[in-house]
């Protein structure tokens, strides 16, 4: 044969090596398209498939009382899930599942038998012992997995201050909603491999385990200026007050009035943030700062307030009252119930809250007088407190005042106001004069230690303390003999003002029948601590804020004073004398020499007992005031027992004896001044009271 | 003159290479089908790669064993009857098994099951080259040559057809034509055999809905890409993500559910995603010098059985293995072809190697 090569076969062979080459070439120029050319493009269009970035959720931080007691936690739980695909036959595990967890037999019947599933949900969420029996059958393709539920341990306490959170944990009201993004923490972002059936791998080979809070930045935890003990005691008295008189609604307010830290902020209805969902939207609202209402004759301090800042009235001025009656123009204002005064002294237009007095006051201040000192208080403006709802209230400018306007107002009609805004205008004749921002939140505590302290707003001067320290004294009346007997608190000088406010009608006029009662005063009532404001929304029975709002005032008080010497965190830059100085010096550069002086023995009134001053027993009395002896010793939670008046001369137990809790302490006491004068900083404000 | 020569060495390891490396890359890409999403994944992630080790054993035996025996015994009548009586046979009998996923394409002998489509292809390379050989200078007889060359090739091609099964088909047809294309018949007749199956192929495809939908999804593999035109696209994603080197042996993504059945026709686009570029062209080298060698065995087979033959192996081989790949690669549709040596499948590695038996004897012999 000749050589292969020239043969007609082997040329057709060859011509086929050749057309197989040609193939292999264009797949070398297809692979070479594909995987040196366009490479990076498949390498996103793998990745979009083949990686997913999970969030493993944070958890969500605690929110704390001043004290350090949680209001609101994240709790673990378990959730019960199946893998279908993993069971021998759905029957059995649907009937141990349906009878320990209550789940209808069908549906969970149903999820298990889809057999291309890889995970149902069974139940979420399941308590705790119920979440153990299933993890004991040690059931095929029944699994656990941990998530986060929140937890509000003292259920109603505080609900429409602390809000609710959704299912995803996302705040929904309240706190939870405004400081969210603090509290929630920063999910834990993992990337991780994922097959075509959704599942996730860590490693090739090994399904991942998802650890719930793995890399999760947890939330800060807030420290609220709140006092557990405190709400508690305000809710428990507002919430017998409401169901006593069948209340529409109700809320109180207690607050230091020196640093704008609310103490308690309690709403009545109340419902539980654990079972939000149950309870219709208007029991989840915080009426105190939601809640916009026409005062009524607690407005009457502000009038008077007015009329002493402006000059235009003094302490001791007599008002004329027009036996019971002032026409303007076509209208004619009465007294509640159409009592006649003649002349009042200011204290007594409070004490016996006359509206006719009142108007009188508020028409020589003038218009633009009164509505620029109403503005000062912060009328008409929200407070700025750190929940959602808050409203500005109603305070009309001056132009679109009718005739009946100002002297109306002056008695509390014709504006509305929210209880914090009271509350905080009561704070500033309190605290001699200084409007303070109302808070909530003490601290944000990071998880990394930080510590981020609540800017306070700046106080502002708003009233002389002239003017405040002459209220403190005028509002005593009305305690002492006026209509807000009732508020008074054994042991301590009370000063505040009743108010029965008729609802306004929509359309005009006043109910006859629908009132507001409330009471708001401050205690003691030279020396406050405290203020509180307590508000009854259409009370059944009594309507009178002296009848109604006054007792609530009463008990929340003196609890509140029995208490406040035990605050578990004594917050040393809250109530010390030096950053009160310090605070008001700065937001009032131009504070007289006198202003000073007077304020610095006046701060040293809220001085704490430090914790050494218990420890020492009962101090030596003698010689003290009877209301300074008082006060020291509800200091220290002794109630007392006087004999006599004037100035201290003996005491049982003597100095130095043990204290128990809710103790008696008897003291004798004689007009005979003592021999020595007082030295402690403490006494200095009877000198200025004086 | 006939000289009696050893047998290619380089023939005998590119086979026994690509051999191996395809029980590695059939041990990367099935191991995680242990992680079938529903049911039915082996319990052993050496489920596939035992199997196919077991039968790489017989398949290389099988070889050794052909390759002693003088490839011209094949050339006997009785032989070639026998063997495409028991194929034909098997092929009918197939039709009547159970269906696997919807086709019905192999034989359960109880311990493994066999594929009769798969050894067809190399009874009817012999036969063809049997009945070829002896219609030398008449190749273009209807009555002598084209007829009964026809017959031996469509009535194996229509009874896979039943299974069904086109791709093996197709194959078939293409073997057959290459080796009437070296048998010396002309161009102009495979273009009339092309007008005739052009029609008939199109009627084919378009009379089954899945048919159709391959090909457009290949014309098309982006418009629906969760649907028909998902396996294009993820082996598409496999092979360009590799890159010049690839991600590493083992480290195929996509075989984790994405590429459905990386083991068996889509292994390539596993080589391209763990071994990139590099990976890919050495396995294309490797095919290229199977073929270039097995051509030149035949180029130098003394007579024209050997030649014939020779070429029908290497066109089974090399011609599947480039068709194989350009499905991977998106240039063809979707066929169902295996690619020989490195897909897990233990017939078509026994046919393949028996194959390369035959053509190893056949590198022994020159003219």
């Given at each position: 044969m000749s050589d292969p090569g020239s043969n007609p076969a082997a040329k057709r062979i060859w011509i086929l090596l050749g057309a197989g080459c040609v193939w292999i070439i264009i797949l070398i120029a297809r692979l070479a398209d594909l995987q040196l050319h366009r490479s990076e493009e498949f390498a996103v269009k793998a990745k979009r498939q083949q990686e997913r970035t999970i969030e493993l959720p944070p958890r969500r931080g605690a929110i704390l009382d001043r004290t350090g007691e949680p209001l609101a936690i994240t709790a673990s739980v378990d959730s019960v899930f199946a893998i279908p695909s993993e069971m021998d036959g759905p029957e059995p595990t649907a009937k141990v599942l349906s009878d320990i967890l209550g789940v209808p037999h069908a549906e969970v019947l149903r999820k298990l038998s889809d057999r291309e599933r890889d995970f149902v949900w069974i139940a979420r969420r399941v308590q705790e012992d119920l979440a153990d029996r299933v993890s004991a059958r040690k059931l095929k393709g029944v699994r656990l997995i941990k998530e986060s539920i929140r937890r509000y341990p003292q259920s109603e306490l505080a609900s429409s201050v602390l809000g609710y959170v959704g299912l995803d944990n996302q705040g929904l009201s309240g706190i939870e909603f405004r400081f969210d993004r603090a509290i929630r923490g920063r999910p834990a972002r993992v990337t991780v491999l994922r097959d075509a059936a959704q599942r996730y791998y860590a490693a090739p080979g090994r399904p991942l385990r998802l650890e719930r809070d793995g890399g999760a930045v947890e939330g800060a935890a807030l420290s609220l200026t709140l006092d557990a003990s405190i709400q508690h005691i305000a809710e428990k008295e507002l919430m017998e007050a409401f169901q006593t008189y069948r209340a529409r609604a109700g809320s109180v307010v207690v607050m230091d009035p020196y640093s704008g830290e609310i103490l308690a902020l309690a709403s009545a209805p109340v419902f539980d943030p654990n079972r939000y969902g149950e309870f219709d939207p208007e029991f989840r609202k915080c009426r105190a700062i939601a809640d916009v209402y026409e005062p009524g004759s607690t407005f009457k301090a502000f009038t008077v307030a007015a009329g002493l800042e402006t000059g235009v009235i003094e302490e001791g001025d007599v008002i004329d009252c027009g036996g019971g009656a002032l026409t303007i123009g076509s209208t004619t204002i009465h007294e509640h119930g159409r009592s006649r005064y003649g002349a009042l002294p200011v204290g007594?237009?409070?004490?016996?809250?006359?509206?006719?007095?009142?108007?009188?006051?508020g028409m020589s201040v003038g218009r633009t007088g009164f509505f620029k000192v109403l503005r000062n208080l912060g009328f008409g403006k929200k407070t700025g407190i750190e929940i959602e709802g808050e409203t500005a209230g109603l305070l009309r400018d001056v132009r679109s005042w009718s005739a009946l306007t100002l002297p109306t107002m002056s008695f509390g009609q014709e504006i509305g106001v929210t209880l914090l805004q009271m509350a905080r205008g009561?704070?500033?004749?309190?605290?001699?004069?200084?409007?303070?921002?109302?808070?909530?939140?003490?601290?944000?505590?990071?998880?990394?230690?930080?510590?981020?302290?609540m800017r306070r707003p700046a106080a502002e001067r708003v009233l002389s303390e002239k003017t405040a320290e002459t209220l403190r004294r005028l509002l005593q009346l009305v305690v002492s003999k006026g209509t807000g007997k009732r508020a008074a608190v054994p042991g301590f000088t009370v000063a505040g003002k009743t108010g029965t406010a008729q609802k306004a009608v929509p359309g005009g006029g006043y109910s006859r029948d629908r009132f507001v009662a409330s009471f708001i005063g401050f205690v003691p009532a030279d020396t406050p601590r405290v203020?509180?404001?307590?508000?009854?929304?259409?009370?059944?029975?009594?309507?009178?804020?002296?009848?109604?709002?006054?007792?609530?005032?009463?008990?929340?008080?003196?609890?509140v004073m029995q208490l406040l010497h035990e605050a578990p965190h004594p917050d040393e830059s809250r109530t010390t004398p030096t950053t009160l100085v310090a605070e008001l010096s700065r937001s009032a550069p131009v504070l007289s020499p006198i202003l000073t002086s007077d304020l610095v023995p006046a701060s040293t009134r809220f001085r704490r007992p430090s914790h050494g001053l218990s420890g020492d027993g009962f101090p030596d009395l003698s010689g003290q005031s009877a209301r300074d002896a008082t006060r020291t010793l509800a200091l220290l939670g002794v109630r007392v027992r006087l004999e006599g008046s004037g100035f201290v001369v003996a005491q049982e137990p003597p100095p130095g004896a043990a204290i128990e809790p809710g103790t008696w302490a008897r003291l004798t006491l004689s007009l005979n001044p003592p021999d020595e004068e007082p030295a402690a900083p403490a006494f200095a404000p009877e000198a200025q009271n004086r | 003159m006939a000289k009696k020569l050893a047998s290619d060495r380089y023939l005998f390891?590119?086979?026994?290479?690509?051999?191996?490396?395809?029980?590695?890359?059939?041990?990367?890409?099935?191991?995680?089908?242990?992680y079938l999403p529903a049911a039915g994944g082996p319990a052993n992630p050496f489920h596939f790669v035992m199997?196919?080790?077991?039968?790489?054993?017989?398949?290389a035996f099988l070889a050794w064993a052909v390759h002693a025996v003088d490839y011209r015994e094949f050339n006997r009548p009785a032989v070639v009857a026998v063997a495409m009586t028991v194929l034909v046979a098997s092929l009918v009998a197939v039709l009547f098994a159970h269906p696997v996923n919807g086709t019905r394409r192999?034989?359960?002998?109880?311990?493994?099951?066999?594929q009769p489509s798969e050894f067809m292809k190399l009874g009817l390379i012999l036969a063809l080259a049997a009945l070829l050989s002896r219609r030398e200078g008449e190749e273009e007889n209807l009555q002598r040559t084209l007829i009964p060359a026809a017959a031996i090739?469509?009535?194996?091609?229509?009874?896979?057809?039943?299974?069904?099964d086109f791709g093996t088909a197709f194959s078939f047809v293409a073997i057959a034509s290459a080796m009437l294309f070296v048998a010396g018949v002309r161009l102009r007749y495979f273009l009339w055999a092309a007008l005739l199956l052009v029609p008939t192929t199109w009627a084919y495809v378009m009379s089954a809905p899945y048919r159709k939908d391959r090909l457009m999804t290949f014309l098309n593999p982006e418009a629906d890409p969760l649907g028909k035109g998902f396996q294009s696209l993820q082996s598409l994603i496999a092979v360009g993500t590799g890159g010049i080197s690839g991600l590493g042996l083992g480290n195929s993504k996509q075989k984790l559910f994405f590429l459905p059945y990386p083991y068996t026709d889509f292994i390539y686009a596993i080589v391209g995603e763990e071994l990139g570029f590099i990976g890919c062209v050495l396995v294309l080298g490797v095919f290229g010098l199977l073929l270039a060698r097995g051509f030149r065995a035949a180029v130098n087979s003394p007579d024209s059985f050997g030649r014939l033959a020779g070429t029908g192996i290497c066109v089974m081989i090399v011609f599947q293995a480039l068709l194989n790949i350009s499905v991977v690669l998106a240039l063809v549709p979707t066929k169902g072809i295996p690619l020989p040596f490195l897909s897990y499948g233990g017939s078509a590695l026994w046919a393949d190697l028996i194959a390369v038996g035959i053509l190893l004897n056949i590198s022994q012999h020159s003219s």
């Open positions: 007594d237009v409070l004490a016996f809250s006359s509206n006719i007095g009142s108007a009188r006051i009561y704070s500033a004749i309190a605290n001699g004069g200084m409007l303070v921002g109302p808070h909530l939140i003490s601290e944000v505590r990071y998880p990394d230690g930080r510590v981020e302290k203020v509180i404001a307590v508000e009854v929304d259409e009370p059944k029975g009594k309507q009178y804020g002296g009848d109604v709002a006054a007792p609530v005032f009463s008990a929340v008080a003196s609890q | 390891l590119s086979a026994l290479t690509l051999s191996c490396f395809g029980l590695l890359m059939i041990y990367s890409a099935s191991a995680m089908q242990i199997k196919q080790g077991f039968a790489l054993l017989v398949g192999w034989i359960d002998l109880g311990m493994f099951s066999l090739v469509l009535v194996p091609a229509g009874l896979v057809l039943a299974q069904p």
